[in-house]
């Protein structure tokens, strides 16, 4: 039953920590990039694909400035800090920020979010 307890554990820290809501976000406006995209590769029309290109370049806008939000969020939860870690790690280049110094700034705050994690837990576990 060990998997059922890591299971519960996941789903408990997903609920306390807020990292899953931006993840899912960036899912889903990736979702709506790419369909968008799809769409607009379709189109021979000059006009229809200008229209559906100019709503392409709007969900990519949407979706580049939350890849920012998204390399600057701090999981609060160890389980949160792992989720966020294999997502990003999972991204292809063009769901990621255009800076070439955003691995830095993803690396620096997770490394913060863990060292806050890891002192809550040893304040937790002290009672103090």
């Known amino acids: 039953m060990p998997s059922r307890e890591i299971s519960t554990e996941s789903a408990a820290a997903e609920d306390r920590d807020p990292i899953f809501v931006v993840i899912e976000r960036h899912r889903e406006l990736s979702?709506?990039?790419?369909?968008?995209?799809?769409?607009?590769?379709?189109l021979e029309d000059v006009a229809d694909f200008f229209a559906a290109d100019e709503i392409s370049g709007q969900r990519n806008l949407a979706l580049s400035e939350h890849a920012?939000?998204?390399?600057?969020?701090?999981p609060t939860t160890i389980a949160g800090a792992i989720a966020l870690t294999r997502y990003v790690a999972g991204l292809p280049e063009w769901e990621l920020p255009d800076d070439d110094a955003w691995h830095r700034v993803f690396l620096e705050g997770l490394a913060d979010a863990i060292d806050e994690i890891g002192t809550a837990q040893r304040l937790g576990r002290s009672g103090g």
């Open 31 to 42: 979702a709506h990039h790419d369909a968008a995209a799809s769409v607009s590769a379709k």
């Open 68 to 74: 920012n939000v998204l390399i600057r969020s701090k």
